[in-house]
Structure formats: structure tokens, C-alpha cells
């Protein structure tokens, strides 16, 4: 079992930059592949960002270039910065942990909200 837990979220205006992270408990050490999915009011839970357990990362196309997850496998901490923030950015942002791929999502967290005012 892992259990994950979000923090840093926040109000920003447009522009602004917020930095989430999530701390993995439990076996942490057997998770390939942690994530961040975002999900605005009435819209359906979308992937933002993924980082595998080789180091390879992935972003969705709206955020690279703004957006960086980083991995403390030490601290079992999964991280993400975020600059240039859009309004489209708010939401509510979940960290996810996949045991073997990046694919599947076996654990959530309870989510931080994110907040971008104009």
C-alpha cells in the first residue's frame, strides 16, 4: 500500500507560479511511475505530467516549457513547478502513483486545489 499526500497548492494570478509536491508513504519504493492529473470545475480529470522511475519525464503538450516534475526518490517526494501560470491551469491537482506503468494509476491522492486569477 502507498499513501499520497499533496500540499502547496494555492491562489495566483495569471503569470504567477505555484510549486505542489506529494509525499509517497508506505512502499513507496515499488512505485515505476508517479504523476500529476489536474481537474477543473465540470471537466473531466486530465494527465498533466509524469515521472518514471529511470528518470524519463513527460508533460502534457499545454504545460511544457512551464511545467517541471521532478523525483526525490530519497525523500520519496514527487514535485511539480509551475511558471507562466494560465488561467486554464486552475483546478484541483492530484498526485498518482503507478506500481508498474504510468498507464494505470493504482493510488491518488486527496488532491490540493489550484487556484489562477486573472
Known amino acids: 500500500q502507498v499513501q499520497l499526500a499533496e500540499s502547496g497548492g494555492g491562489s495566483v494570478q495569471v503569470g504567477g507560479s505555484l510549486r505542489l509536491s506529494c509525499a509517497a508513504s508506505?512502499?513507496?519504493?515499488?512505485?515505476?511511475?508517479l504523476s500529476w492529473f489536474r481537474q477543473a470545475p465540470g471537466r473531466e480529470r486530465e494527465w498533466v505530467a509524469s515521472h518514471k522511475a529511470h528518470g524519463k519525464t513527460d508533460y502534457k503538450d499545454s504545460v511544457k516549457g512551464r511545467f517541471a516534475i521532478s523525483r526525490d526518490n530519497g525523500r520519496n517526494t514527487v514535485s511539480l513547478q509551475m511558471n507562466r501560470l494560465k488561467s486554464e491551469d486552475a483546478g484541483v491537482y492530484y498526485c498518482?502513483?503507478?506500481?508498474?506503468?504510468?498507464?494505470?494509476?493504482?493510488?491518488w491522492g486527496q488532491g490540493t486545489q489550484v487556484t489562477v486569477s486573472s
Open positions: 498518482a502513483a503507478g506500481v508498474r506503468t504510468c498507464g494505470v494509476s493504482d493510488y
Open positions: 508506505g512502499s513507496p519504493k515499488t512505485i515505476y511511475c
